[in-house]
């Protein structure tokens, strides 16, 4: 199938993706923030540069769009219809290297969660999932 953009259009629409403040990462740092939890953003200096990081807990939170990240709900088992085996190799090397950098910040005795963006249409079970990982262990 043939893409409804032309090339430039396209080149214009994927340019606009971003990789960080997306709003589902808005929406997970809102709810934190009810939660009264406190965190950093974006650590250069931690393997992935995790979206949220709360030094104090040793815990990184990874807010993934379950199409990016090839998650297993209905709108992350998409497959696109143009370009597929471009998107399909796209997807598994993000996958590949979400695997690496949980098992690299593991090792380094963080704890690592990860958030998929279709959570979010739960905000309660969200929340209760996130004080349970997050505030255990204090």
Known sequence: MTDVFTPEQRSEVMRRVRSTNTSP???????????????RL????????????FASRRAVVFVHGCFWHGH??????????ANADYWQA????????DIRTEATLTALGWRV???WECELASPQALEARLATLLLSGL
């Open 113 to 115: 969660v990860t958030v």
């Open 42 to 53: 974006h650590r250069k200096d931690l393997p992935g540069k995790p979206d949220i990081v």
């Open 72 to 81: 297993d709900c209905p709108r992350g088992a998409r497959a696109p219809k």
């Open 25 to 39: 990462e808005m929406a997970v740092r809102r709810l934190l923030t009810r939660m009264g939890l406190r965190y």
């Open 90 to 97: 796209k997807i598994s090397r993000n996958r590949a290297r």
